[in-house]
C-alpha cells in the first residue's frame, strides 16, 4: 500500500508485522500476495472499515459540537424559561395588582353595602321607635283611659252602696244620762266632737273630702286635749263614733283614686285621744290606703304620760303598706331605738317618700341616733327634713357637715330647739360653701352665741371682698337668734338676685367713703358685668343702706386715672 501524506493512518506492508501507525498490528498468514488467504482478507476487511469511519479527533470534535449544539439548544430553553419566568413574574404581578384591585373594590363595596345597611337600619330603627313610641302612647292613652274609666266605675259604685247608709251612732246632747259624771266643759266638747266625726264620717260616704287646702285634700281629725281623768270616760262614749268612721274610711279608696294628678291626698289625726280598740279600728282601716301625706300628731307626752294617740308599732304598719306615701309626720310621739330600722327601711324601700318629720318624738341620745341612722343612708333621697326638739347633740355636727358638703338632695333642714354649739355652726358654715342645694336651714333656739352666727355670715355673705361675696353660699336661708341676721341673709329664691343684691350692698357701703376704686384691680374680671347689673338693678332697692347708682358711678368718673387700667385688662 502506498503512503498517503493526506492520510492520518500510515500502514506498513501486510507481512512487516510491526505495529501501524494506528497502534494496531499488521498479521502475517503466510501468503505474500496482497489477496492471499482468510485472515488477510478478514483483516483487510477491518481496515477497509477503520480507514472508512471517523477518526478520534473527529468524534471528539463531533461530540463538542452535539455539545455545543445542546448546550446552545439549553440556553435557548434556559432564555425561553427565563423568559417564562419573566413573564410569570409579570402575570403574577398583575394579578396580585388585580387582587388588591379586587379587594380595595370589595372593601369599598363592603362599606359601601355597610354604610347602606347602617343607614338603612338606623332609618329603619327610627321608624320602629317611633312606631313603638306611638304604640306606646295610644296603649298608655288607652290604659289612662281604662284605668279612668274602672276608678270612676269604682266610684259610682261606692256611691250606690252608700246611697242607703245611714249614721248608727247617736249624737247625744249634754243632758242625756251619758254624760253623767261628766262636767260641762267635757260634755260640751265630747258632744262637739262626735258631732265633728259623724260630719267627717257622711262626708266620706258620700265621697267628699272633708278637709280641702290649696292643691291638698284629705281627711283631718282634731280633738280637745281632755284631762287624763276623763280619758276613759270620753273614749267609751266616742267609740262608736270611731267605728262609723273606720267603717267609712274603710271603704273610700275609690275617693282617693279619683283625685287628678297634682292633687295631694292626706290623713291627718291631731291631738286625738283613742283606746287600744279604736286605734285597732283606725289602723285596719288605713292600711294599704294611698294618702301621699300621713301626720300623726299627739298631745304633749311628758315622761309620766302615757301616749294617747296612734302608736308609732301602728303608724308603722300603716306606712309599709303605702307605697305611694311621701310624707310622713310623727310628732309629740315617742319613738324608740327599736323603731328607728323600720323608719330607715321605709326610706330606702318607699320611692316617693322626700318628707320626714319627726319632731318632739326622741329622747336624748336617740334623736342623734335618728339623724344618724338617716345620714348614712346610701344615696339617701329625702329633700325635707324636720328634727325640731329632739336632743340633738354635737356628736352629730362633723358627719351632717360631711353630708352638707356633698350636695345631697336635702332642701330644707330644720334642727330648730336643740343643743347645737358655736362649734356646730362653724363646721355647718364650711359645709354650706360648697353647698348649692339647701334653700333653708332651721337653728333657731340653740346654743349658738354671735361667735357660731359669725362664722354662719361669713359663708352667706363674706363682705371682706368683692370676689368672696360673689363666692358665698347664695341659696340658704338660715333661721337664727335676732333679727341682725336678716340684713345678710338669702331672703329670695333667685340665688342670682340674692349675689347681686350683697355686691350692691358692699359697693353702697364703701361708696361712703370713695373706697371702691381702691378694689377694682383685684376682682375677678368675669364679676365686672354682675357689679354693673347689681349698680343698676338695686341702688332704688329703698332699704337704708341704698346709694343711688349716680353716686357709685360719679367714683369711678372721679378716680378715672385709677380705674383706666383696669378698664384697659378686661378689653
Not at 119 to 148: G, P
Not at 288 to 300: E, R
Not at 421 to 431: F, K
Not at 545 to 568: G, H, L, N
Request: hydrophobic share 35%; with cysteine; aromatic share 6%.
Amino acid at each position: 500500500m502506498k503512503d498517503n501524506k493526506g492520510s492520518p493512518t500510515k500502514k506498513r506492508k501486510a507481512n512487516d508485522g510491526r505495529v501501524t501507525a494506528d497502534g494496531t498490528h499488521d498479521v502475517n498468514t503466510g501468503t505474500n500476495n496482497d489477496g492471499g488467504g482468510f485472515l488477510s482478507s478478514f483483516s483487510e476487511q477491518r481496515n477497509d472499515a477503520s480507514s472508512s469511519g471517523p477518526s478520534p479527533t473527529e468524534n471528539n470534535s463531533s461530540q463538542l459540537d452535539r455539545m455545543e449544539q445542546m448546550m446552545a439548544r439549553m440556553e435557548e430553553k434556559l432564555s425561553t424559561v427565563s423568559s417564562l419566568e419573566s413573564r410569570c413574574e409579570r402575570l403574577e404581578a398583575k394579578c396580585n395588582s388585580l387582587e388588591n384591585i379586587l379587594e380595595s373594590t370589595s372593601l369599598s363595596t363592603k362599606e359601601h353595602i355597610d354604610r347602606k345597611f347602617d343607614s338603612l337600619y338606623i332609618h329603619l330603627e327610627q321608624k320602629c321607635n317611633s312606631l313603638e313610641n306611638r304604640l306606646d302612647t295610644k296603649v298608655d292613652s288607652v290604659h289612662e283611659k281604662v284605668d279612668k274609666s274602672l276608678k270612676f266605675h269604682e266610684y259610682n259604685e261606692m256611691l250606690i252602696k252608700n246611697q242607703s247608709w245611714e249614721y248608727s251612732a247617736d249624737v247625744h246632747s249634754m243632758d242625756e244620762p251619758i254624760y253623767d259624771g261628766f262636767s260641762a266643759f267635757t260634755a260640751r266638747h265630747t258632744m262637739e266632737d262626735a258631732q265633728d266625726l259623724k260630719s267627717i264620717t257622711t262626708q266620706m260616704r258620700q265621697g267628699e273630702f272633708p278637709r280641702t287646702s290649696g292643691n291638698e285634700k284629705g281627711v283631718f281629725v282634731g280633738m280637745y286635749d281632755y284631762d287624763t281623768q276623763d280619758r276613759d270616760a270620753v273614749n267609751n262614749v266616742l267609740l262608736p263614733h270611731w267605728r262609723e268612721f273606720a267603717a267609712a274610711l274603710q271603704q273610700f279608696t275609690p275617693a282617693i283614686n279619683m283625685l287628678p294628678d297634682g292633687c295631694e291626698s292626706s290623713f291627718r289625726f291631731h291631738n286625738v285621744q283613742l283606746n287600744h280598740d279604736a286605734m285597732l279600728l283606725i289602723k285596719e282601716a288605713l292600711i294599704g290606703k294611698p294618702f301621699h301625706l300621713l301626720s300623726f300628731v299627739d298631745s304633749d307626752n311628758n315622761e309620766d304620760v302615757v301616749p294617747i294617740g296612734m302608736s308609732v308599732d301602728a303608724i308603722l304598719d300603716i306606712v309599709e303598706s303605702n307605697k305611694h306615701l311621701q310624707k310622713l309626720e310623727i310628732g309629740m310621739n315617742r319613738i324608740g331605738r327599736d323603731h328607728i330600722e323600720r323608719l330607715c327601711s321605709a326610706v330606702r324601700t318607699h320611692a316617693a317618700l322626700m318628707d320626714l318629720d319627726f319632731s318632739h318624738s326622741f329622747e336624748p341620745g336617740i334623736g342623734d341616733e335618728m339623724l344618724t341612722a338617716l345620714l348614712t343612708i346610701d344615696g339617701l333621697k329625702l329633700e325635707k327634713l324636720a328634727m325640731r326638739s329632739n336632743n340633738i347633740t354635737s356628736r352629730v355636727s362633723t358627719l351632717l357637715s360631711d353630708f352638707l358638703g356633698t350636695n345631697p338632695r336635702m332642701k330644707k333642714l330644720d334642727l330648730e330647739e336643740n343643743n347645737l354649739e358655736d362649734s356646730d355652726a362653724t363646721l355647718i358654715a364650711n359645709a354650706l360653701r360648697t353647698n348649692t342645694t339647701l334653700r333653708s336651714l332651721d337653728l333657731f333656739d340653740n346654743g349658738i352665741t354671735e361667735v357660731g352666727v359669725e362664722s354662719l355670715r361669713l359663708a352667706l355673705c363674706d363682705e371682706s371682698s368683692l370676689n368672696s361675696v360673689a363666692d358665698s353660699n347664695h341659696r340658704c336661708n338660715i333661721r337664727l337668734i335676732g333679727s341682725s341676721t336678716l340684713r345678710w341673709n338669702n331672703s329670695s329664691q333667685d340665688m342670682g338676685k340674692n349675689r347681686g343684691k350683697k355686691i350692691y350692698r358692699l359697693l353702697s357701703s364703701r361708696n361712703q367713703t370713695m373706697y371702691n376704686v381702691q378694689h377694682f384691680g383685684d376682682i375677678d374680671v368675669k364679676l365686672l358685668p354682675n357689679m354693673l347689673e347689681a349698680v343698676q338693678k338695686y341702688s332704688n332697692d329703698g332699704g337704708n343702706d341704698c346709694v343711688k347708682a349716680s353716686s357709685i358711678v360719679y367714683e369711678i368718673m372721679r378716680f378715672w386715672d385709677q380705674v383706666t387700667p383696669f378698664i384697659r385688662r378686661v378689653s
